[in-house]
């Protein structure tokens, strides 16, 4: 099955409204026509409206970089799913490493926030990946389907069609050392094999499973040239339009 592949930015805490504002007007000329792969970009929750704005009927997506599970309540700085759609936010990323390292997000969590993100049709991004430690312990297979398992826990294969991975090793991310093709594309057949198990072959054949650590103009092309891996998430080079240009444009 040929997959459309995604390009995905993820901004972290990064950017004012000005320079969020300032790096979309640069960054939608550089990208107008290209329909090859889909391109997404996710700043914090206080850029959204002028990212949303400002790309309005473009090809280019706008999302959240985490929602809470709850559709509304007592959770002091959290975002809802309804919050984001408000603003025209179609898309989210979950479970990023970050929110698993720095605020206790469990599988537990990323299974919760991904039924909810499916109940109201966003296009979920769920973000897995091994830290050094398991990878040099050889435990990167079991970490994956682990979190594999842990994310998909009740979710039918009619409900997963949207559903996004990303491969996203933990040693890879901002440290400039990415892993090998050779690398990403055995992770992703691990995860795809995984998926395949608990929802089918033909929801695992349909779905894309991105790669993200370090992704950068010069290595983007060998990563996501090959097929098994169906695009990238993108952080530090994912801040200038130019850098993030000639990602999409691998
Ligand atoms: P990086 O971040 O490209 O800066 O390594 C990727 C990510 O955290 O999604």
């Not at 408000?86 to 990323?93: D, N, R, S, Y």
């Not at 559903?163 to 090998?180: F, H, N």
């Not at 995860?191 to 779905?207: N, P, T």
């Not at 530090?236 to 691998?250: E, H, N, Q, R």
């Amino acid at each position: 099955m040929s997959r459309t592949k995604l390009i995905a930015a993820n901004w972290k805490m990064y950017k004012t409204p000005a320079e969020a504002k300032a790096f979309v007007e640069a960054f939608l000329p550089l990208v107008a026509g290209h329909t090859r792969d889909e391109i997404a970009l996710f700043p914090s929750p206080v850029l959204l409206p002028t990212v949303v704005e400002a790309a309005k009927g473009s090809n280019v997506a706008v999302g959240c970089q985490n929602i809470h599970f709850a559709e509304e309540g007592a959770y002091t700085g959290e975002t809802s799913v309804g919050q984001l759609k408000a603003v025209g936010g179609t898309h989210t990323l979950i479970g990023h490493s970050e929110r698993r390292q720095y605020f206790a997000e469990t599988d537990e969590i990323v299974n919760k926030k991904l039924h909810t993100a499916l109940k109201h049709g966003l296009i979920p991004v769920v973000c897995i990946g091994e830290v050094l430690a398991e990878r040099e312990a050889g435990k990167t297979a079991e970490v994956l389907k682990t979190q594999v398992a842990g994310a998909f826990a009740g979710i039918t294969p009619e409900a997963a069609a949207p559903i996004v991975i990303a491969y996203e090793p933990v040693w890879a991310i901002g440290t400039g050392k990415t892993a090998t093709p050779e690398m990403a594309v055995e992770a992703h057949q691990i995860i795809r094999a995984e998926v395949a198990k608990l929802l089918g072959a033909s929801v695992a054949d349909g779905m894309r499973i991105l790669y993200g650590g370090s992704v950068k103009p010069d290595n983007a092309t060998a990563l996501c040239g090959q097929e098994e891996i169906d695009g990238a998430l993108v952080g530090g080079a994912s801040l200038k339009p130019d850098s993030f240009t000639a990602i999409v444009k691998y």
